[in-house]
């Protein structure tokens, strides 16, 4: 069985040796190679050039017998395209070339096409992995939730508090519900194009997605990702990663999506036996664990593993992405774990 072929199963729910295994953020600043190409290439410049992309996303894979590549690129890329350019922060974070503040900014957004040609260079980068993984390996595109990206948008970049949006949402719906149509539109363009260059599953990112009320999750957020997998081809493989979202698993698994990414917060194996048996679920081992130790790394991964014992439908990963301090003997060590453990 191949890796893409474990990885498709794992998506199906059908019974496995072992669950396929990738990690959130696997290509980036934990791994050496990366550091010293990033000294000679911005990480804009890097996204934007398919040779770079398909670069850094193939340096994991060399390393780690990993069974999914996942497209190096940036959610950011979407505001970018229909009209809103976006930097990093000296001091961290992101910062948008703007804030939204007004209707008339979000109207003056390109429409959702803009994206085929602004983002061009994400289909040549898919279309070079799809080359060089040769069918051996999933390919993985994603892309972030409208809610999600709105959160940049709105506020201008990254926000401790997310006051802006929040208020958007609770006096202008009318302006947010706006926003996120256009969003919602320029996604599906985006997806279809990742899937017409060749990605196998496209993993949606809602990592803001538990920042507003619970009772407000849905029309925030979840109607909007709902629309995006339905515009999609039937049974494609969406996974859906939405942090600090536990109270909404349930309802996220009846958007369609084929797969619930949870975060580390969360008894995996509990989710596994509360959601429906034809959802798979990935994850959930927190990132910090391998910042620590070899023997802590296999304690953890192994208690993992041996709680999923028996069940279908699991793709090992992260609860979150990988660290820049990750130790590379960790990542090692839950490699190996993970690929001679057998069910």
């Known amino acids: 069985m191949t890796s893409r072929e474990r990885f498709f199963a794992a998506c199906a729910c059908t019974p496995l040796d072992r669950p396929p295994l990738w990690v959130m953020r696997q290509a980036g600043r934990y791994l050496p190679e990366y550091r010293e190409l990033k000294a000679q290439s911005s990480f804009l410049t890097m996204v934007k050039t398919p040779a770079l992309a398909t670069e850094v996303t193939l340096q994991p894979l060399r390393r780690f017998a990993m069974d999914a590549a996942i497209l190096f690129s940036d ?64 390919l993985l595109g994603f892309g972030g939730s409208p809610w999600t990206l709105a959160t940049y ?32 539109a ?52 969406v996974i859906l990663y939405a942090k600090g979202t536990a109270s909404h698993l349930t309802d996220q698994a009846f958007t369609g999506a084929r797969v619930l990414s949870v975060d580390w917060a969360c008894d995996l194996s509990v989710v596994r036996r509360t959601l429906p048996a034809n959802v798979a679920v990935q994850g959930n081992l927190d990132p910090i664990l391998l910042n620590t130790t070899p023997d802590i790394v296999r304690h953890e991964t192994t208690r993992l593993l041996e709680s999923m014992r028996g069940t279908t439908g699991h793709i090992f990963n992260l609860g979150h992405g990988i660290t820049p301090r990750a130790k590379i003997e960790c990542m090692e060590t839950l490699v190996e774990t993970v690929t001679t453990w057998r069910n």
């Not at 363009?189 to 899937?195: L, P, S």
């Open 153 to 184: 948008m709105v506020e201008g970049g990254s926000s401790d508090e997310f006051e802006r949006i929040k208020t958007l949402f609770y006096t202008e719906r009318a302006t947010f519900d706006a926003l996120l149509e256009k969003l919602t």
């Open 75 to 138: 959610i950011l890329v979407i505001p970018e395209a229909i009209g809103q350019p976006y930097a990093f922060r000296d001091t961290g974070g992101i910062a948008m070339a703007y804030a939204l503040e007004t209707r008339a900014q979000i109207d003056a957004l390109a429409p959702a096409d803009a994206v085929l040609e602004k983002l061009s260079y994400v289909a040549d980068t898919l279309a070079l992995l799809k080359t060089e993984l040769a069918g051996q390996k999933a």
């Open 186 to 237: 320029a996604i599906i363009v985006y997806f279809k194009m990742q899937i017409r260059a060749g990605a196998d599953a496209i993993q949606i990112f809602d990592s803001w997605g538990g920042l507003i009320a619970g009772p407000d999750y849905e029309a925030a957020s979840l109607k909007w990702i709902r629309q995006i997998i339905a515009a999609l081809p039937a049974e494609f493989p």
